[in-house]
């Protein structure tokens, strides 16, 4: 018997995640919180109204449990404590964004040019986060703990796409993703733009 079919497969993401995390986001309704409160502060009743607006109808005391699966991953704070009438309440923030949707067809046919320039671009700053932070980041690097699915060899790129990402966020969060593009921070991009 011949081979059949093969096809050669080239890396094209790269996702920092660690188990906590990846446990919190196997739930739609967890990443559905995630993006009310990345937009406002909320308590569990403004969250179950929020969710409500989009379909989901959920009692307080399942929220109740996202939320707290959420702030032990690290991806929620709380915001806001604020005394009331037969007790306290709490309002929680998402400190972390989840952009989410699926890319179209021809993607990479289409970016290929930017996806170059962008790789030439970064190759810089990694290179200039190297010359300026190698020892912050090797110390770092080394602080890790080995988990049984990977290698050490990765710890370092891990640290490094970690500073990408968090510098992507500020950028996110500041709206100038968008603006660098001349677009509206909230305006769709899909919806009948260039």
Known sequence: MGEIYQKPVRVKSV???????????EDPIRVAILEILSKKSCSIVEIAEELKKIGIRKALTTIRHHVDILKKA?????????????????????N??????????????????????????????????????????????????HCPYCSDEHFVEYVVVQILNRAIAELVEEEKMAALLGKEGGENAGSGGA
């Open 15 to 25: 996702l920092t995640i660690d188990s906590e995390t990846a446990r919190a986001l």
């Open 74 to 94: 690290g991806l929620i704070e709380l915001t806001k404590l604020e005394d009331v009438k037969g007790g306290v309440l709490k309002y929680y923030a998402s």
């Open 96 to 145: 972390t964004r989840v952009l989410h949707q699926n890319l179209p067809e021809g993607f990479e046919e289409r970016m290929k040019e930017a996806i170059k320039d962008a790789k030439v671009g970064i190759e810089k700053i990694v290179d200039g986060l190297g010359e300026k932070y190698r020892k912050e980041i090797l110390e770092v690097a080394n602080s890790l703990k």
